[in-house]
């Protein structure tokens, strides 16, 4: 929950007002597929998650007029990190590369993304 749910709250109310003071930011918070959040032994990871997205549409509203933008960004399934063990029975080959979100945060993270806000961006269906 610290670093989930708590991190990007203390976060997010540090820099606002610096933000707001400009006229223009990004808030992008990466959370984690549905199916995830409510899955068995997840818990705290899934139901932090489940926070953490509720907290984005939240604080996009709060936002909103003000050219600050607020999304969140999933990678679309299991990502070939260290959440897996390295002795972990799977194929790492089979799994989402994290550059996959790359192109996704760069644009959201832009003067194009400008006026996009509260929304939820898949990384591995990004066109």
């Given at each position: 929950?610290?670093?989930?749910?708590?991190?990007?709250?203390l976060l997010a109310r540090a820099l606002t007002p610096h933000l707001l003071t400009h006229g223009w930011g990004r808030i992008v918070n990466v959370t984690t597929s549905f199916d995830t959040m409510y899955r068995a032994a997840y818990?705290?990871?899934?139901?932090?998650?489940?926070?953490?997205e509720a907290s984005t549409a939240s604080w996009a509203k709060d936002l909103e007029g003000s050219g600050v933008t607020c999304n969140a960004l999933i990678p679309g399934g299991a990502v070939n990190t260290a959440f897996f063990a390295a002795d972990?029975?799977?194929?790492?080959?089979?799994?989402i590369q994290p550059d996959v979100m790359v192109p996704p945060i760069c644009w959201l993270m832009s003067n194009a993304s400008d006026g996009?806000?509260?929304?939820?961006?898949?990384?591995?269906?990004?066109?």
């Open positions: 929950m610290d670093l989930n749910l708590r991190g990007p709250f818990t705290p990871y899934g139901p932090s998650k489940a926070a953490l972990a029975p799977l194929d790492r080959s089979s799994l996009v806000t509260g929304m939820r961006y898949v990384a591995r269906e990004w066109m």
